[in-house]
């Protein structure tokens, strides 16, 4: 399934974000989700995420090639799998597997028990972001919206 309208809401995909640093963008994609999540499971602390994000990479880095990362962290109270993508103005370090800079993040934030949700969830995000063609188009897309419909469509289809 190449649909994560479960996870993705329009309003939490970001393009051209301007980021110095990994720690910057933990801090602004937490901010995104902190006040997405904020509707369905009261006031989440941005902070509180970004912190868990950084504990998280301290383990090893989640830039897994291709000018890609999925940082990801359990986050206690979250009622659900969510996530936020950002396609950055300019690509920064993340010490990454290839030592390439990064351009494109899907942060993915999960309820402390989803134990197999949260890695299927992982999965589904890897598979999605290993595809070539699929990255192409996302740093080829112009507005948030025409990025959120490529994550949001079932199947994307080029013509033969």
Do not use: C, W
């Not at 989440?44 to 995420?49: E, H, L, V």
């Not at 989640?62 to 962290?73: C, D, E, L, S, W």
């Not at 206690?76 to 993040?105: E, K, N």
């Not at 989803?114 to 999605?128: C, D, N, Y």
């Amino acid at each position: 399934m190449n649909d994560f309208s479960d996870m993705l809401r329009p309003d939490a995909v970001l393009t051209n974000m301007v980021a110095a640093n990994k720690k910057a963008v933990f801090q602004q994609l937490s901010t995104i989700a902190a006040d997405n999540l904020a509707d369905s499971t009261g006031r989440i602390d941005a902070k509180s995420i970004a912190d868990l994000l950084t504990a998280r990479e301290k383990l090893g880095s989640t830039g897994f090639g291709g000018g890609v990362a999925i940082p990801h962290a359990k986050l206690p109270g979250l009622s659900q799998v969510t996530g936020v993508f950002a396609r950055l103005a300019q690509p920064i370090d993340f010490q990454a597997v290839d030592d390439l800079p990064v351009d494109l993040v899907f942060m993915l934030l999960s309820p402390t028990d989803a134990g197999a949700v949260h890695l299927k969830a992982l999965a589904r995000v890897s598979r999605r972001l290993r595809d070539k063609t699929f990255l192409e188009k996302l740093r080829g897309g112009g507005s948030p919206d025409a990025l959120y419909a490529l994550f949001s469509a079932d199947e994307v289809r080029d013509a033969a």
